[in-house]
């Protein structure tokens, strides 16, 4: 079983949809959470860190649910701009290694 | 503030060859960590140095090495190529704790031919 694992996508949505992308982590011990965007060919970005009560960005919300080993990400109203691979991450802890999902592809069509 | 650097951003070698691949970390943070990123996956955890030490290393050969030097910068080391060493190779910084992210450099796309 992989440590982090996504929704195998691609997500075809067209302007306006919302989105939902679900992760799962097998590491109890994971201590922070985050969202990152990576575009075609460019290093990954920090989009959002996920808290245990949840939080909201704009259109971004995530969410942890710490019981189910279980992150989310909703994005409300899809751009265009949104368009990118979406990765979910983990950090274990101990020395900080950052533990990445294979990432959900998002395309946004007119 | 600065962001993280990465030297050089393409490398062509050939099987057999060693290479080494640059860093310099975000203003501010002590902490590096290289990935490996294969075409269509998620990266992967190499090794992470904090204070000029190795202190984390995932399931790669030890051909793979690194250095950290005194102003936090990195260099990632690989020997004896192989084929399946191209990909791109991504370095991140970050303070000691990692809890707020990590800055992700632009990488370096390595291909062994």
């Known amino acids: 079983r992989k440590e982090v694992e996504q929704d195998p996508g691609p997500f075809n949505v067209p302007e306006g949809a919302t989105v939902a992308f679900n992760c799962t982590y097998s590491n109890s011990a994971s201590q922070s959470f985050f969202w990152y965007r990576q575009d075609c060919r460019k290093e990954p970005k920090l989009l959002m860190s996920v808290y245990s009560s949840g939080n909201e960005d704009g259109r971004f919300t995530a969410q942890l649910n710490r019981a189910s080993q279980y992150i989310s990400l909703l994005i409300r109203d899809s751009k265009l701009s949104d368009s990118a691979t979406y990765l979910c991450v983990v950090n274990t802890g101990g020395y900080n290694k950052l533990i990445f999902g294979a990432g959900t592809r998002l395309a946004v069509h007119p | 503030e600065t962001g993280v650097t990465q030297s050089p951003t393409h490398l062509i070698k050939t099987r057999g060859q060693q290479v080494t691949l640059r860093c310099s970390s975000q203003s501010g943070h002590n902490t590096v960590s290289w990935y490996q990123q294969a075409l269509g996956q998620g990266p992967q955890f190499i090794f992470q140095y904090y204070r000029e030490e190795e202190n984390g290393r995932g399931n790669f050969p030890p051909r793979f090495s690194g250095l950290q030097f005194p102003n936090y910068s990195s260099e990632l080391n690989v020997n004896a190529l192989e084929l399946d060493d191209s990909a791109l190779y991504l370095c991140?910084?970050?303070?000691?704790?990692?809890?707020?992210?990590?800055?992700f450099g632009s990488g370096t796309r390595l291909t062994v031919v």
């Open positions: 991140a910084s970050s303070d000691r704790t990692g809890r707020y992210g990590y800055t």
